[in-house]
């Protein structure tokens, strides 16, 4: 056996603790955190200006955490989020569901009160973390000053590896400001390597693929994470493979409509086809949990995951291959050029069963006379938005809109409040976006990657202080907001049962005058015409732009009526338990 060479310290030396904590943030190429202000991570803060790392300042502690997940959706990295425990924990549970459920790499810094004070008979728990130790993947306290590199790096390697998740990190408030002694080493943190792909589900898999007539490949999250995409292209391109992608999978292959769809609007032809190949993505709601309807019930099934408590959840899987996604593809497609399977013929069956839809989609929100669709303004928005950008989305009625018309084309560049579904979390999210964007561009000297909030006038409501952190980092966002001055999934949802509704107005408020009140720029649009040439104002400006488009407030009893626009499937005061009901989608 060969030992890896001793690197001798340097001399040691004394740092307080904000400062080796920030010296490991830095070892592992983080350049930009998240922090809600207060006393209790000064001597942190100043070492992160020490070391050159940006921090974006947060309104609320779920904005600490989403701006930390929506940059490490962005770049990659771990996101890291600086909050207090005592008021800042339970205001940041949101967050931390939010970005574990995506799978978002994030550390939580939480610092706590000195365990010296605590109360025998006090309010508080004796371990503040309990209040998040099962909606995150790992949480622990530093025990001594001198462990806290040993724990921030344990922090962020159960953050990062296999299936990234949330990690929480106490650290006792003192700490931070402590004398440690500190020897900087020359060291690689160990990596565990991802499952390799089992050769014989890998050679069953490329067998099943081969004598499909209508195969179909599914990707989410998991495919984006391992840096799947060039693989699944490559899959796409030489099979002829139709890829339908969800979440953060959006994009991986472009969304050109002809090998490359968007699952919430192609997911009316799922039921076609004979073997589904699912990549890094769970088979929850979203996907009718895999079973009929939405699939057939006689389909042939292949599941990649990393994790293989995912594999087989609520459907039978024919194929399970317990592997890191990009790996598995390539071997996929390695496995299909040795049989030299001919590629697809064509994707008839697929185009025959979007074509209803299609149409339908296509003839709504076309009349210049009518109030503003939201069809008009995705139609728009996607004649300016270049094939880089980043979209994220918020909202409930809206995003069912926006789903029909949008298409991502390119890696990384899809996000939303799913699967959580915690309405606002866009704002935020949005925020860390912009922040990983520029972070990107600056270190790789390419242009900068636009970020785009689409969300509804309820959701903006939520978290829309966030702004005050995009004009303080200087960060650009092109906000439009659909205001129909209603919750509309709710209000369309008590008309369609009881043909009443009660408490779900908001009124068309001037939502842009809060981009002003932080120096930011903002526009009400009232007619359909003006919205393209905001919209080109937006993408050329500095910074950030609200545009508050005043929306059809009828528009959304049609989504409640009319399934062929339903892009998600769920149903208000009806029982959707899978084991009851699963909807179709037409």
């Known amino acids: 056996m060969v030992l890896p060479p001793v690197t001798a310290p340097v001399a040691s030396n004394q740092l307080n603790g904000g400062q080796v904590i ?22 942190l803060l100043f070492a992160l200006d020490d070391e050159k790392i940006r921090v974006i300042s947060s309104r609320h502690e779920t904005g600490t955490v989403a701006g930390a997940d929506g940059y490490a959706r962005v770049t ?91 990690a929480v990190l106490g650290i006792p408030q003192h700490f931070e400001g402590a004398a440690v002694d500190y020897a900087e080493r020359a060291r690689v943190v160990p990596r565990p390597a991802p499952p390799a792909p089992d050769a014989a589900q890998v050679a ?24 799947a995409g060039p693989a699944l292209r ?28 968007a699952w919430p609007l192609a997911q009316v032809a799922a039921k076609e086809a004979d073997v589904v190949l699912i990549v890094g993505i769970r088979m929850g709601q979203r996907m009718g949990y895999g079973l009929a309807p939405r699939f057939a019930a006689d389909a042939t099934f292949i599941q990649i995951d990393i994790e293989a408590d995912f594999i087989g959840r609520n459907r039978h ?25 001919p590629p697809q013929k064509d994707h008839a069956w697929l185009h025959d069963a979007l074509k209803v839809r299609l149409a339908r989609v296509d003839e709504l929100g076309r009349d210049p006379n009518a109030p503003i669709h939201p069809y008009r303004m995705a139609r728009d928005l996607m004649q300016v938005m270049p094939p880089e950008a980043i979209y994220v989305g918020d909202g ?27 309405m606002g979390i866009g704002t935020p999210l949005a925020v860390g976006a912009a922040a990983g964007a520029r972070e990107i561009a600056e270190t790789t000297g390419t242009p900068l990657r636009p970020v785009v909030l689409v969300t509804g006038d309820g959701s903006f409501g939520f978290y829309n202080s966030e702004l005050c952190g995009a004009a303080l980092a200087g960060l650009k966002i092109v906000c439009l907001i659909s205001n129909d001055g209603l919750w509309g ?6 008309m369609k049962v009881y043909g009443r509704a009660s408490n779900c107005a908001l009124g068309q408020w001037d939502y842009h005058l809060i981009a ?46 009319d399934p062929r626009v339903q892009t998600v499937a769920f149903d208000d005061l009806v029982a959707n338990q899978k084991k009851h009901f699963t909807p179709s989608i037409a």
């Open 22 to 43: 920030a010296r490991v943030l830095a070892r592992h190429g983080i350049r930009t955190s998240f922090c809600l202000a207060g006393t209790a991570h000064t001597p």
């Open 317 to 341: 899987v024919d194929v399970a291959l317990v592997a890191d996604a990009k790996a598995a593809v390539a071997a996929i497609h390695q496995a299909l050029a040795v049989r030299k399977v």
């Open 516 to 561: 002003h009140t932080y120096g930011l720029r903002g526009e009400k649009i009232a007619r359909a015409d003006d919205i393209l040439p905001a919209l080109k104002r937006a993408f050329a400006a500095d910074g950030t732009t609200v545009l508050n488009v005043l929306t059809d407030p009828g528009a959304g009893i049609v989504r409640k009526t």
């Open 76 to 166: 990659g990295r771990c996101g890291i989020a600086m909050i207090k425990a005592d008021q800042g924990l339970p205001n940041a549970v949101t967050g931390i569901m939010t970005a574990h459920l995506a799978c978002s790499p994030v550390v939580v810094l939480v610092s706590e009160t000195p365990k010296n004070t605590t109360e025998a008979e006090g309010e508080d728990d004796n371990d503040v973390l309990d209040l998040v130790k099962h909606v995150c993947k790992w949480a622990k306290s530093v025990p001594s000053t001198e462990r806290l590199e040993e724990y921030v790096e344990a922090a962020i390697m159960q953050a990062t590896t296999g299936r990234p998740g949330v």
């Open 396 to 422: 409930a009625d809206i995003q069912n809109w926006m789903h029909a018309i949008l298409r991502i084309r390119s890696d990384r560049a899809f996000m939303d409040h799913y699967p959580l579904g915690s």
């Open 204 to 227: 069953r898999a490329a067998e099943l693929l081969s004598n499909a007539k209508r195969p179909l490949v599914i990707v989410g999250t998991g495919a984006a994470l391992s840096g």
């Open 234 to 261: 490559a899959l796409s391109s030489t099979f002829n493979l139709p890829v339908f992608g969800s979440n953060l999978g959006r994009g991986l292959v472009p969304e050109d409509m002809a090998r490359g769809f």
């Open 489 to 494: 999934t709710e209000q369309h949802g008590q």
